[in-house]
């Protein structure tokens, strides 16, 4: 019972170089979201995957993009980092557009230097 | 679209006291409600829901949370914490739609912290 896999769980980057956060789900739902959480200003929406192909910006989708896979996998790349992207990143699915709730990755913590 | 409003940035009790942490939700037509629960350097886990009828909804933990259409609000309440009650608490809302494409919308959470 993996539920939502986050890779990886810590990570630091200089400004300007590019990663990608992996999360994958095993409970076959449909809609996949990507979320970053900072200090006083809850979680808000980056992309979002309703469904398998595909893919919506949420309310800060600025420097970033994201790949649905297939139906597990919902990647979130920073293309050029910036210390404004340091937050904590969740990546959350739910099997019916989020009527049902979101079930949560454990996050990935990233720093920008 | 909607909005979600936790008044509460943070609330700090002792044990064995009575909580209640609150939430606002602007949207007119039919949502459904939860609140979820974030524990020091974990993620969100759910609390508790409420999608139709009884407005008055339990928990895991003893929580428990009461829907008032006519006050657009979702109150937590505990009876009486423990020091693990320590987390800090969001509230969410998705406004069903026939469009599909609906997203849960977060309030801003409410740090609680429990003094032994």
């Known amino acids: 019972n993996a539920g939502v896999t986050q890779t990886p769980k810590f990570q630091v980057l200089k400004t300007g170089q590019s990663m990608t956060l992996q999360c994958a789900q095993d409970?076959?739902?449909?809609?996949m979201y990507w979320y970053r959480q900072d200090p006083g200003m809850g979680l808000r929406l980056i992309y979002y995957?309703?469904?398998?192909?595909?893919?919506d910006k949420g309310e800060v989708p600025n420097g970033y993009n994201v790949s649905r896979l297939n139906k597990r996998e919902f990647s979130l790349r920073l293309e050029s980092a910036a210390p404004s992207q340091t937050s904590v990143y969740f990546c959350a699915s739910s099997l019916d557009r989020g009527r049902d709730g979101y079930t949560f990755g454990s996050g990935t913590r990233l720093t920008v230097v | 679209a909607q909005s979600v409003s936790q008044h509460n940035h943070h609330v700090i009790l002792s044990e064995a006291a009575s909580l209640e942490l609150g939430c606002n939700y602007s949207?007119?037509?039919?949502?459904?409600l939860f609140w979820y629960v974030q524990y020091p350097g974990q993620h969100l886990q759910l609390l508790l829901k409420?999608?139709?009828?009884?407005?008055l909804v339990k928990g895991i933990k003893g929580f428990e949370a009461e829907f008032i259409k006519s006050k657009f609000s979702f109150n937590l309440r505990k009876p009486s914490v423990q020091w693990s009650d320590t987390a800090e608490y969001f509230c969410a809302v998705i406004a069903i739609s026939n469009f599909g494409n609906e997203k849960l919308t977060f309030g801003t959470g409410t740090r609680l912290t429990i003094i032994p």
């Open positions: 409420y999608f139709s009828g009884d407005p």
């Open positions: 409970m076959n739902h449909n809609s």
């Open positions: 949207y007119g037509g039919t949502v459904n």
């Open positions: 995957s309703a469904s398998e192909g595909t893919t």
